[in-house]
């Protein structure tokens, strides 16, 4: 029985071993990197990152100071179709789409690591509070979470950004703190439930008798043998906070008229959905910038959740 307990908790070990007997490589990176899904998510974000980086001299902003803004080629409302100078076209009013979708991978960048990061650490923390203090915290902090829980996520952020109403940093700041407020408590649904599992383990208990403080035992020997799942769930959640938040940039919610961002992009194209089989540039770029976006997070996370999921995972 032990023998099969280990099996089916590390059932990759023996290969492993076979194929580097003499290293430290984690298993659920040798299965990362044997992955073709995420061999493929990853190709798209290395993609991303390079535009991002190299975007000053992809498309040189016109001015420097002010490089999200997306300069613009006229005033015309009709939009105006590819051409050698303008080489994926314009919006309505004349907005370069070529510039916008370049600049606004820096955008999806801040909004998809910032966002995630900041749900992540605080959902995160305060599950990991709520799942080893238990007790009454755990119920309080509980009923807290399914209050949040209980509204729609885009409805109740799109309720907040309106709430919000001032645009901070050109809608930037308004969108996240919107997409933060409501975020959050998914993180701590789905730790607390796995410091309830782990907070009982041999080695926890082990602690607790020769008297190491609870603080210790909890941020040194539970939360880093926990938060695994939480890991998989922000990688997916890259691409769906970057989605999000082009929804509200389409509803007018998320960054000011001009802003490098996909979503913004996209909100032009409204008043020309009858006629999109003329007007397909306005949809078709930044559309295709986003869905590549979210998809290459949405490959690394369903990878990196076979590779860390051992009743999923069969072999490396």
Do not use: C
């Not at 613009?72 to 179709?81: H, N, T």
């Not at 923390?125 to 709520?130: H, I, Q, W």
């Not at 007007?279 to 490959?299: D, K, R, S, Y």
């Amino acid at each position: 029985m032990v023998t099969e307990s280990k099996r089916l908790i590390r059932p990759d070990t023996a290969t492993a071993q076979t194929l580097a007997p003499h290293s430290r490589v984690p298993v659920w990176l040798i299965a990362l990197l044997k992955n073709p899904v995420s061999i493929t998510g990853t190709a798209l974000v290395v993609a991303f990152v390079v535009v991002a980086v190299f975007a000053p001299l992809i498309a040189p902003p016109p001015i420097p100071s002010e490089p999200y803004q997306i300069p613009r080629e006229g005033f015309l409302a009709e939009p105006q179709p590819p051409t050698q100078g303008d080489l994926m076209g314009t919006t309505q009013g004349q907005y370069d789409i070529f510039y916008g979708v370049v600049w606004g991978t820096r955008t999806a960048f801040k909004i998809g690591l910032i966002v995630t990061s900041l749900t992540f650490l605080i959902g995160g923390l305060v599950g990991a509070v709520s799942g080893y203090i238990g007790g009454w915290a755990d119920e309080i902090i509980q009923r807290i979470v399914e209050i949040f829980l209980a509204f729609p996520f885009l409805l109740a952020a799109l309720t907040l950004a309106t709430i919000l109403g001032a645009k901070i940093q050109n809608g930037l700041i308004t969108g996240m703190i919107a997409l933060v407020v409501f975020g959050w408590p998914g993180y701590t649904r789905l730790i607390r439930g796995d410091i309830l599992a782990v907070k009982n383990m041999d080695y926890v208990m082990a602690a607790r008798v020769v008297g190491v403080p609870n603080w210790q035992i909890l941020f040194r020997h539970i939360i880093p043998n926990s938060f695994y799942s939480l890991l998989v769930v922000a990688s997916l959640d890259v691409g769906t906070n970057v989605l999000t938040f082009a929804a509200l940039s389409f509803l007018g919610l998320g960054t000011s008229e001009g802003y490098a961002d996909w979503g913004q992009l996209l909100s032009y194209a409204r008043n020309w959905i009858p006629t999109l089989n003329t007007h397909w540039w306005i949809v078709v770029f930044p559309g295709l910038a986003l869905l590549l976006f979210v998809l290459a997070f949405n490959l690394i996370g369903d990878a990196f959740r076979d590779a860390l999921d051992p009743r999923m995972s069969t072999r490396v």
